[in-house]
């Protein structure tokens, strides 16, 4: 039995649908990832794992116990790291490590190969308190102490949120030597460029599922073409492109808006006159599709069919 199956979770709060028919599994040793931006249900559904709150319907089973009834089973076996930083911030690194061990029936020693890379990093400053920690400090006291008492899953909600580019990518290092213990690790990230670090995603929007696959297989079925364009008047040049006849879907990329189009046979030479007309001095160029882009792609094609 896999550690994570979670069958059609639905969740409601008054009027909002934070979930609506949620399913996927994650097998041991797996890292796997729910992709989508901040309102979109991830959190929910991470509680609702890690036995915080319960479903309106569906099931969750977390290491083999139902999330309904045998929580407390669950509490045991798994750890959680939640979005935003949840240790005792008047107590030092060494004394949340400590507690959090001691709650869990284990010490630091019995333990410590889990977190030994992670630890060294924080262990100069063992004394200090963990509020006064910088952000990629606080994420490491709180993943070594998610770590101590050898889960067999790990929830992971947001992780890297706010945290400085080296930190996040230290963080996704220590995942990756996370899964040669076998431990099963569900991560929630609204970073794009995170996906194809895990071994399997989850797109979610609205508290629905828009696909899950390998991050290669996700990519590989946009099948659409794929158009990205820049000029020296950014904010223009979408509202131009977004008026033109034959482009469908057109949205911003980094330093590109990238666009796709109606039909075959897109005329790129009607399109730059168009856009000179406009004034831009534009670059337009077709493109390979990132998991962004898919999840835009996604979500279009979902909101037309709900209309």
């Known amino acids: 039995m896999n550690p994570v199956i979670v069958n059609d979770i639905h969740k409601h709060y ?4 934070a979930l609506r028919g949620v399913s996927f599994e994650a097998g041991r040793g797996e890292i796997f990832g729910i992709i989508g931006p901040d309102g979109a249900g991830k959190t929910s559904l991470f509680r609702i794992m890690t036995t915080l709150i319960l479903p309106d319907s569906g099931t969750c ?7 309904v009834k045998e929580y407390k089973e669950i509490r ?17 690194v060494e004394e949340n490590l400590t507690f959090f061990a001691a709650v869990f029936g284990t010490t630091i020693e019995e333990n410590y190969h889990l977190v030994a890379d992670i630890y060294r990093q924080i262990e100069p400053f063992k004394t200090r308190r963990a509020g006064k920690l910088s952000g990629g400090m606080k994420q490491k006291l709180a993943l070594c102490c998610a770590l ?38 569900v991560v929630s990230t609204p970073y794009m460029d995170e996906a194809r670090l895990c071994d399997r995603i989850a797109l979610i929007k609205d508290g629905r599922f828009l696909g899950i696959d390998k991050p290669n297989n996700i990519t590989a079925s946009f099948r659409t073409p794929l158009w990205a364009a820049k000029s020296q008047h950014m904010y223009h040049l979408l ?59 996604l979500a279009k094609t979902a909101s037309r069919e709900s209309e």
């Open 148 to 185: 101590i008492h050898k889960p067999e899953v790990l929830f992971l909600d947001e992780p890297t949120t706010g945290v400085d580019p080296v930190s996040r990518k230290e963080f996704w290092e220590m995942l990756k030597r996370l899964k040669a213990e076998g431990i099963t690790m």
């Open 14 to 17: 008054g009027d909002v649908q």
């Open 61 to 67: 089973r977390v290491a083999g116990f139902d999330v």
């Open 76 to 92: 045991k076996r798994v750890g959680y790291m939640p979005g935003r930083f949840s240790l005792y911030q008047d107590m030092s």
């Open 239 to 297: 509202n131009d492109l977004r008026a033109y006849p034959d482009i469908d879907n057109c949205y911003v990329s980094g330093e590109y808006h990238h666009f796709t189009t109606r039909g075959e046979g897109f005329d790129t030479d009607a399109l730059n006159r168009y856009l000179t007309s406009k004034g831009h001095a534009a670059e337009v160029k077709q493109i390979e599709a990132t998991i962004e882009d898919c999840y835009m792609h």
